[in-house]
């Protein structure tokens, strides 16, 4: 799997939108993007993913740049109930395997 | 609702003590694993199992042992805990989408 380059920390005013960079400058054409995140060592949970078109869900919008080597987790309104670790990981689909967490970014929403 | 169901979710034990952790999903997939989230060293995955009866060892299998008799339920088992095996534990399952889906977690303490 691509390596990843997150960083550590970023802080965001609840309401507001939080955007959540990923360098992904190894990443072959046949994996995807996918974002997880870990409430206080709650289990992680899948967020979104993505190939290389935008993809939105309930929860956030992923953008994926046009050659592919980043990508940007965006929660449109961010809460308080919104403060975790947010990890972004490269892999193939379709081939369920281990997922290999990095360190994450760790997000604080503050009032 | 798609659930995974570890239990306990807390354990406090004695070393050399055998205890099992159960893990259960209702969501019919073949893929499960187990891994171990300790401060500064992310999560790792003990085992794996990609079908009934199928299993393999993870990055840290020393000291555990797991079975996959039926397809809903994957089982940790520590025969003889030590007191490095203190940590957080997940189950997971993974789709065919290749996202995975986590229990909450088991915080076990082997004094």
């Known amino acids: 799997d691509a390596k990843t380059t997150q960083p550590p920390s970023m802080d965001c005013a609840e309401g507001r939108a939080a955007n959540l960079p990923c360098n992904h400058s190894?990443?072959?054409?046949?994996?995807?993007v996918y974002w997880y995140r870990q409430i206080h060592s709650q289990g992680p949970q899948y967020i979104i993913h993505?190939?290389?078109n935008n993809e939105t869900n309930e929860m956030a919008s992923l953008i994926i740049t046009e050659d592919r080597k980043s990508s940007t987790l965006i929660l449109p309104h961010a809460t308080l109930r919104d403060t975790a670790v947010y990890y972004c990981?490269?892999?193939?689909?379709?081939?369920?395997?281990?997922?290999?967490f990095g360190t994450g970014t760790r997000l604080q929403v503050t009032l | 609702e798609a659930q995974v169901t570890q239990n306990p979710r807390y354990l406090i034990t004695v070393t050399g003590k055998k205890l099992t952790v159960t893990c259960s999903q209702n969501?019919?997939?073949?893929?499960m694993s187990w891994y171990r989230q300790d401060p500064g060293l992310g999560l790792r995955q003990i085992y794996y199992?990609?079908?009934?009866?199928?299993?393999d060892k993870g990055d840290v299998p020393e000291g555990y042992k797991v079975s996959r008799k039926e397809k809903r339920n994957f089982p940790l088992i520590l025969e003889s805990p030590s007191p490095n095996q203190t940590s957080l534990y997940f189950c997971?399952?993974?789709?065919?989408?290749?996202?995975?889906?986590f229990g909450a977690g088991t915080r076990l303490s082997v004094l």
């Open positions: 997971a399952t993974t789709d065919q989408f290749n996202i995975q889906y």
């Open positions: 990981i490269v892999r193939v689909a379709g081939t369920a395997s281990k997922l290999t």
């Open positions: 199992s990609m079908n009934v009866e199928v299993t």
């Open positions: 190894t990443i072959s054409g046949n994996e995807y």
């Open positions: 993505g190939l290389k």
């Open positions: 969501m019919n997939h073949e893929y």
